[in-house]
């Protein structure tokens, strides 16, 4: 606990007054300029962006980022426009996994590195990723829209493309929080313990689970 002699309420404020000054107009249309001549965008950050967003700034330093090896291989699943993917680009190779041709396609307007391999898939398997051969996954705003039937078949499907030692990190919808089970009617009826038990059931072991950091959902990681 904090005694009289805390910085802690002043430096409160000072960082709020930063902020402040950070959205003054000149500022804002400097930014708003910027963008507009900046990078095509990439389709999802409005969702949030792990650049600036802190809850998915810590998902990516302490659920991504530790896992990016240059000798590796990775699966995404549901990339969307490549939110994430901008952070599994440092793999050997990357399979960026949708079901919607849609979807790819937009990806491939913002990723034309030669290590990226672009799958359609039919909604739960891996076509083309050679068996045995991936040592992470990453899955972010694709499974809190699956319903558990689907959870249960990619889980059934994972198992063949994993190398012994990979990694499985999923992002799911969990129900247990009022923000998914009321206020986000996309969201799909998931808990932890139905997660924990489906990972379980297909034979893998859950290493950590973070049931805290996001508000309408959790992550798991798992292994082989
Ligand atoms: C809400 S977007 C999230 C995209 C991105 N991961 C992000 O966080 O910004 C959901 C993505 O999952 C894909 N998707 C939906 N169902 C899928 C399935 N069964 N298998 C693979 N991709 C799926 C969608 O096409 C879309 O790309």
């Given at each position: 606990m904090p005694d009289l002699s805390t910085s802690l309420h002043t430096d409160m404020l000072a960082s709020f007054e930063k902020a402040r000054a950070a959205r003054s107009l000149p500022r804002r249309l400097y930014r708003a300029i910027r963008n507009e001549l900046s990078e095509k965008g990439v389709y999802g950050?409005?969702?949030?962006d792990p650049e600036t967003m802190e809850p998915l700034m810590f998902v990516r330093d302490r659920w991504v980022l530790p896992y990016v090896r240059a000798d590796q291989t990775a699966v995404e699943i549901g990339?969307?426009?490549?939110?994430?993917?901008r952070y599994l680009l440092g793999f050997e190779r990357l399979y960026a996994i949708d079901f919607y041709p849609e979807l790819l396609a937009e990806l491939k307007r913002s990723f034309t590195r030669a290590n990226v391999t672009f799958v359609q898939n039919s909604g739960s398997d891996f076509p083309g990723?050679?068996?045995?051969?991936?040592d992470f996954v990453f899955s972010f705003g694709c499974f809190v829209h699956l319903d558990n039937s689907i959870i249960e078949r990619y889980l059934a499907n994972l198992g063949e493309i994993l190398r012994p030692q990979a990694n499985v990190v999923i992002q799911y919808s969990d129900v247990n929080k009022v923000m998914a089970r009321e206020?986000?009617?996309?969201?799909?009826?998931?808990?932890p313990e139905q997660m924990r038990s489906m990972v379980q059931a297909a034979g893998f072991t859950v290493v950590e689970e973070d049931l805290t950091t996001l508000w309408h959902s959790s992550l798991i990681r798992f292994r082989p």
């Amino acid at each position: 606990m904090p005694d009289l002699s805390t910085s802690l309420h002043t430096d409160m404020l000072a960082s709020f007054e930063k902020a402040r000054a950070a959205r003054s107009l000149p500022r804002r249309l400097y930014r708003a300029i910027r963008n507009e001549l900046s990078e095509k965008g990439v389709y999802g950050t409005a969702w949030g962006d792990p650049e600036t967003m802190e809850p998915l700034m810590f998902v990516r330093d302490r659920w991504v980022l530790p896992y990016v090896r240059a000798d590796q291989t990775a699966v995404e699943i549901g990339p969307g426009g490549g939110r994430w993917t901008r952070y599994l680009l440092g793999f050997e190779r990357l399979y960026a996994i949708d079901f919607y041709p849609e979807l790819l396609a937009e990806l491939k307007r913002s990723f034309t590195r030669a290590n990226v391999t672009f799958v359609q898939n039919s909604g739960s398997d891996f076509p083309g990723v050679p068996a045995g051969a991936v040592d992470f996954v990453f899955s972010f705003g694709c499974f809190v829209h699956l319903d558990n039937s689907i959870i249960e078949r990619y889980l059934a499907n994972l198992g063949e493309i994993l190398r012994p030692q990979a990694n499985v990190v999923i992002q799911y919808s969990d129900v247990n929080k009022v923000m998914a089970r009321e206020l986000l009617p996309h969201f799909a009826e998931t808990t932890p313990e139905q997660m924990r038990s489906m990972v379980q059931a297909a034979g893998f072991t859950v290493v950590e689970e973070d049931l805290t950091t996001l508000w309408h959902s959790s992550l798991i990681r798992f292994r082989p």
